[in-house]
């Protein structure tokens, strides 16, 4: 079956790293597109980063451009997001996803897999 697993996820201090990967099992990522996406309480998913399928086109959201870094190894058939100077309102449950695609990434909702998130929390 076609799976999405997302791991590194946990509780970390304000400035504080994480480095999230997703893992994809029964179908290889070298055709899609990855996202990244996160949902706070009370507000709607927001995309944080995206990846082309190569590796050669990348997006970020404003919130998180100098802090956040995108990557892949589709050897590993995973795809990786470091977070660095951490912020509390960086907390959310963080997604991966994955879009049919080559050479072009986006930010949008619309994606072909889901995995269950994952649950990153930034607090002293």
């Known amino acids: 079956q076609l799976q999405l697993v997302e791991s590194g996820g946990g509780l970390v201090q304000p400035g504080g790293s994480l480095r999230l990967s997703c893992a994809a099992s029964?179908?290889?990522?070298?055709?899609?597109?990855i996202g990244w996406f996160r949902q706070a309480p009370g507000k709607e998913r927001e995309g944080v980063s995206c990846?082309?399928?190569?590796?050669?086109?990348?997006n970020y959201a404003n919130s998180v451009k100098g802090r956040f870094t995108i990557s892949r190894d589709n050897a590993k058939n995973t795809v990786y997001l470091q977070m660095n100077s951490l912020k509390p309102e960086d907390t959310a449950v963080y997604y991966c996803?994955?879009?049919?695609?080559?050479?072009?990434?986006?930010?949008?909702?619309?994606?072909?897999?889901w995995g269950q998130g994952i649950q990153v929390t930034v607090s002293s």
């Open positions: 029964g179908f290889t990522l070298d055709n899609y597109a």
């Open positions: 990846i082309s399928n190569s590796g050669a086109a990348t």
């Open positions: 996803a994955a879009r049919y695609g080559r050479g072009w990434c986006t930010l949008r909702t619309e994606n072909d897999h």
